[in-house]
């Protein structure tokens, strides 16, 4: 589907993107400020509008070629600036949890960083196993934050540091950055 620029930037799953996106600073502020449930609040909201905007691209059809790429920078945005702001509203978890942190934070970095690398632009692959990384992490560091059980936080790092190394060896090995790309079983 070919669009103008305008329009592609201008949609309502970009839109909610582009939102989420701005949403990372507005935690880093609530967490400067010392506000744990606030913080909360709107990481939820991070997590629901990363749940809806590919959904909602698909049944609009207003699936753009920008959209996975927006789609990405926000999940950066977003999950480099949770790590930062629960350190400053929750460092006692995040330091007996470090290994944990480390692990999902390397899933973010490592990938991003490789892309840039290779292909001098981040990738948005958006694999099924990083889809379901996404999908565990969210509510387990929810229930991590509001001082739940830790395991579930746990095995979703390791599931999304799996994800990571998926999405890094795509990356070593494609001759393109292709976007939505499923698996590592799905190359072009």
């Excluded at 990481?43 to 509008?49: R, S, T």
């Excluded at 292909?119 to 694999?127: L, V």
């Excluded at 929810?142 to 190394?165: M, R, Y």
Aim: proline share 6%; hydrophobic share 50%.
């Amino acid at each position: 589907m070919k669009t103008s620029r305008t329009s592609e930037l201008f949609n309502i799953p970009n839109i909610l993107s582009c939102l989420r996106m701005g949403l990372g600073p507005l935690l880093l502020h609530i967490a400067w400020q010392g506000h744990h449930e606030p913080f909360v609040i709107v990481l939820i909201i991070a997590f629901l509008l990363d749940l809806i905007d590919g959904p909602i691209a698909r049944y609009t059809n207003q699936v753009t070629e920008l959209g996975p790429k927006l789609d990405s920078w926000a999940d950066f945005v977003v999950y480099m600036t949770l790590p930062i702001g629960a350190w400053w509203l929750w460092p006692e978890i995040i330091l007996r949890e470090k290994i944990y942190v480390g692990l999902a934070v390397a899933s973010v970095i490592v990938p991003t960083v490789v892309g840039f690398i290779r292909f001098r632009q981040p990738t948005s692959y958006h694999t099924w196993l990083t889809k379901f990384a996404v999908v565990c992490m969210a509510p387990s560091v929810i229930i991590l934050l509001l001082e739940g059980p830790a395991w579930p936080f746990q095995i979703s790092a390791i599931i999304a540091l799996l994800a990571g190394l998926e999405e890094t060896t795509i990356t070593v090995i494609s001759k393109k950055a292709d976007m939505d790309v499923k698996s590592l079983f799905h190359i072009k």
